[in-house]
């Protein structure tokens, strides 16, 4: 339909090696949607009548619950939608309807659309796994582990400390999303081409009634940039990393070594000859998953980097991995929490690991530090403790006033002081005492469990106003529709 140039079709090799139709049904519906606006601006602008903005409206109308065909000779969705409404309308008025705009603000505008929707699911998701996270939290705020630098044991912590952790991590991803929204979230719409259009159309007006904030004002940056695709995916990219994380720290804390956490059924594998297996295989999917979504920002940034101002179709290409990395996205959020809702936590062989190190080294040097020891000697007298309870294989409570008096000797410290403090100091006692803001210590949880779920509250009315407002813009823009075609 748009050969008008040219003197002959697409061959059906060409076609099929130039159509983005597959693609495009992700977003036929926002294409109608814009078409509709597109529609009413041009009747309220009187450039069009009444009478032919009815009859293209109704025929966009009919189309929404259009099941679009594969086998089509169109070359994208903005052609086979304005194929379809002038079968529909007539040519007459049909078409009428691609008035003073162009295909490369029409795609610019539906991947907005469809982006900006994918942001506020996400996000909605993002909050969900993250209150998942707080949940279990506030039960396992008694639950003691190890925790780790470089895979080995460092310091006694909490469980609920672990998952405030990643939740803090959530909550950056969703900042990020949150504020890309509003680059994304403006109207390219009547850009036209490249360079705007003679005809005196009013952007601000179908910029409303899509519900953006605003409007993509130089014509040149609003058809040919993509770097707000760019920049959506790289925030996917660095969630689905994230993501990637917590579940290799679940793959490893499930196997028999660690057992500290146990998968349901549903979220595991069998093996197809060992029957005793069960493998955490969705995990492992969102490790091999995250893999491909930074491919797809790879694959992004590659194409745009090289092309010069103004369209060019190589960013039909960009439309697959973008519809890519919101799925994958989504449901790895699904599945997370949809874990963590029925994960078994084995509290014993937690606290079990905790207890059979030597975790509570740095609180015997800062106990020492406390009676006005340099940290740097009482560091020395520690480490030589561990390195004696290690060579007697005992823990250091076992550790005996005879054997540690050569350590205090060179130390200059009394060894009553020393065995006083080994004594005194358990895992226990090592959460009670840490107090530093943020830090595992029993105290600190309650504190940031309490501040975490405050935060929700907060994120979600601010995530829900922003659905709402595209709602009522579509519900108005609904409205004004229903009103001229009746």
Same mark, same amino acid.
């Given at each position: ?62 189309? #929404? ?76 705020? #008694? ?96 969630? +689905? ?11 490893? !804390? ?68 973008? !519809? ?27 606290? #079990? ?48 006033? #005879? ?44 504190? +940031? ?38």
């Amino acid at each position: 339909m748009y050969r008008s140039r040219l003197s002959t079709d697409l061959s059906d090799l060409t076609l099929e090696y130039v159509s983005s139709i597959k693609d495009d049904y992700q977003i036929a519906l926002y294409d109608i949607l814009g078409s509709q606006a597109h529609t009413l601006m041009l009747y309220e602008k009187q450039i069009i009548t009444k009478n032919d903005t009815k009859k293209i409206l109704s025929a966009l109308e009919s189309l #929404k619950n259009e099941k679009f065909d594969n086998l089509t000779e169109a070359e994208d969705i903005h052609e086979l939608i304005e194929t379809l409404v002038i079968k529909k309308a007539g040519i007459t008025s049909g078409g009428k309807m691609h008035t003073a705009r162009s295909r490369n603000d029409q795609v610019s505008l539906d991947i907005r659309m469809k982006i900006r929707d994918d942001i506020n699911i996400i996000c909605n998701c993002l909050l969900d796994t993250i209150e998942a996270l707080v949940s279990l939290a506030k039960n396992h705020q #008694k639950t003691i582990m190890p925790l780790y630098t470089h895979l080995q044991q460092a310091q006694a912590g909490l469980f609920s400390h672990y998952l405030i952790a990643q939740a803090d991590v959530l909550f950056r991803d969703f900042d990020r999303l949150y504020v890309a929204f509003n680059h994304v979230n403006q109207s390219p719409l009547g850009a036209g081409p490249v360079g705007g259009t003679s005809i005196e159309i009013d952007r601000h007006s179908t910029a409303k009634m899509l519900g953006f904030d605003s409007v993509l004002e130089n014509s040149l940056d609003a058809t040919s940039t993509r770097d707000f695709v760019a920049e959506y995916v790289s925030m996917i990219a660095i969630l +689905m990393t994230n993501l990637s994380r917590i579940s290799e720290d679940f793959v490893i !804390w499930s196997t028999s070594e660690f057992s500290f956490i146990e998968l349901a059924d549903e979220f595991t594998s069998p093996s197809s000859v060992m029957p005793q297996k069960k493998n955490p295989d969705i995990l492992e999917l969102t490790r091999g998953k995250t893999a491909e979504v930074i491919g797809n920002l790879t694959a992004i940034l590659t194409t745009i980097k090289g092309l010069a101002s103004g369209y060019g179709r190589d960013l039909q290409q960009i439309k697959s991995s973008i !519809w890519s990395t919101s799925k994958i996205s989504i449901n790895a959020l699904l599945i997370l929490k949809s874990i963590l809702l029925t994960l078994h936590v084995n509290e014993k062989e937690m606290k #079990k690991a905790a207890e059979s190190s030597y975790l509570v080294a740095l609180d015997i040097a800062e106990k020492l530090v406390r009676n006005g020891i340099p940290f740097r000697t009482t560091h020395k007298i520690a480490g030589g403790l561990v390195q004696l309870a290690h060579q007697y294989n005992k823990s250091l409570n076992k550790l005996t006033v #005879k054997e540690i008096s050569k350590i205090a000797h060179d130390a200059k410290v009394t060894p009553n002081l020393i065995m006083k403090i080994i004594e005194s100091t358990t895992i226990t006692s090592s959460l009670k005492e840490r107090k530093s803001f943020g830090s595992s210590g029993y105290d600190e949880q309650k504190r +940031m469990i309490e501040d975490r779920v405050k935060k929700i509250n907060s994120y979600r009315i601010n995530a829900t106003k922003r659905y709402n407002d595209i709602t009522k813009a579509f519900d108005d823009l609904s409205g004004k529709v229903t009103e001229l075609i009746k």
